[in-house]
């Protein structure tokens, strides 16, 4: 088996995959942020150092709408947080109870937002909530609760929390699976000597279950952090590229788009969509930084 | 086990907290699938109750057959998924055997290069991909799409096939070798066959976000002739907002190939996630 010199088959076996991988995924990424340091003048490209990350901090205009973007996506993060997450584990609690009949329906219904793509949900979500068709206003009355209605999508103060609690709706599928599957995973040896200690029902949830299932609590907090500050499609679909109205539901990934292609009177411009994207980039490292180095070595994992 | 765990009380608590998310999950869809069958009027006055005898019409999937070119779509979208699906499987395999058989300098460092990717979106990018596929005269094309999908496939791809191949025994490939098979035998005949579950797995995890995929169809392929189904969705329903019919057929039509994807694979996908292959 050991035979000297170059192993051919290795290569070959590699090569594909770090082909693609490389020249699709990591040169573009380093490329973009090399892209970010230039300026295009009289179609000529030109170095310029920081300049346009100068003009993205400093200019009025462009920092306005970049913190503007990046608080929106902070509070749409934040709502994943604590409304997603929470329901996702409370799904998941009750569907690992042992007894329970009809688990697999449940779980396959609950699981179907999430297959749905940005577009239908969009749509589907801004026709129910519009004020034309009247379901929800109709709804809400019917349960008396009619002063609770307004066009949600239109308003600046309420549309941002729509759309976060629509892709909430989307995607609570997500941590209900990875913590079902960690629940499960826990011994029933664990829970029956709880019982014995008298340990049982909810706090057998919060004093045995929960510590163990902190891991993948951890992995789905970074994997929403990921998501979120990448998000796009939900946005676009709904309100278009303007993130309307007035831009209270602009993020990160709308403003890199209208940055880049341009909109309305604006032009295009791939340099200062690349100084955007590098600040997503940076985010993002950041996020994942801190998951793998402040918590995910401080959780402490158990072999079972 | 304890009487605690079986309270009928907790049971009806449990059974009516999951039907009421149930019905929220599903709600939306209903809404949708019923009044894309029902006249305008009826749309309006009942947005709640069943298409009947005087109120079920076809005109808005009428509308949409002969406006859009939904057959064109989806023609594109399913070519994209498999191709990509196909290569991220075959290359993502073929790198994760390397990574799991071989030892050889830099193993480690590969795997970890590899990994990369899980955790930094691909959309990054995008600026410099939308150059390169421009330069090389790819954009407006699916391949541009195959490519991009197949690149931010592998990373977890290769991953997750790596930790089941390091399950394969080694007794199997070593008498495979005695018997004088080459590696690339060794590799399509006896361990893929053996990793076909995590291969399914690996599938179904990527074939969702490619086929609703919206940014690099709208970037690298908006042309008509390669729009994919969730694109030409969009686009379409942009343009008749206030043809209710046909907008809700259109939806209905783009969630009927997904559904149809999902009750074929959804126990898999399932399995897939509870296995613990996203650890």
Known sequence: MKNSGIKWHVIVFLAPAVLVYTAIMIFPLFNTLRLALYTEVDQVRQ?????????????????????NALGNNFWFFFIHMIVQNPIGIAL??????PRLRFAAVYRTAIFVPTILSFVIVGFAWKLILSPIWGITPDMLKALGLKWLYAPYLGKEEYALTTLALISVWQFVGIPMMLIYAALLSIPEEVL?????????????????????????IGIISILTFVGNFNAFDLIYTT????????????ILGTFMYRTFFGF???????HMGSAIASGMFGIILIGVCIYLFGIQTRLRRYQF | ?????????????????????????????FVILVNSFKTRKAIFRDPLALPEADTFTLIGYQTVLKQGDFFLYFQNSMIVTVVSLTLVLLFGAMAAFALAEYKFKGNLLMGLYLALGIMIPIRIG???????????????????????????????????LSEFMRQVSDDLKNAGRIDGLSEYTIFFRLVLPLVRPAMATVAVFNMIPIWNDLWFPLILAPAEETKTLTLGSQVFIGQFV??????????????????????????????????????
Do not use: C
């Open chain 1, 92 to 97: 998941a609690a009750i569907l690992s109870h």
């Open chain 2, 242 to 279: 206030t043809d209710w019919n046909a907008v809700l057929s259109a939806l209905s039509m783009a969630i009927l190939p997904v559904m149809i994807l999902y009750v074929i694979f959804s126990r898999q996908l399932i399995r897939g996630i509870t296995s613990g292959a996203v650890k």
């Open chain 2, 1 to 29: 086990m304890s009487k605690a765990r079986n309270n009928p009380l907790n049971s009806f608590a449990a059974h009516a907290a999951l039907i009421t998310y149930t019905l929220i999950a599903l709600f939306p869809v």
């Open chain 1, 47 to 67: 170095f310029v150092g920081l300049e346009n990350f100068r003009t993205l901090f400093g200019n009025p205009h462009w920092s306005g709408q970049f913190w």
């Open chain 1, 192 to 216: 029956e000597a709880g019982e014995v200690d008298g340990i049982t029902g909810f706090a057998s949830f919060w004093k045995i279950k929960l510590p163990l299932i902190l891991p993948s």
């Open chain 1, 264 to 270: 309305q009177l604006q032009l295009g411009d791939p």
């Open chain 2, 126 to 160: 995008t600026v410099a991909i939308l150059e390169m596929m421009v330069s090389s005269g790819l954009v407006n094309t699916l391949w541009a799409l195959i490519l991009v999908y197949t690149a931010q496939g592998l990373p977890l791809a290769v991953f997750i």
């Open chain 1, 239 to 250: 309100q278009g590229a303007l993130a309307g109205p007035a831009f209270s539901t602009d």
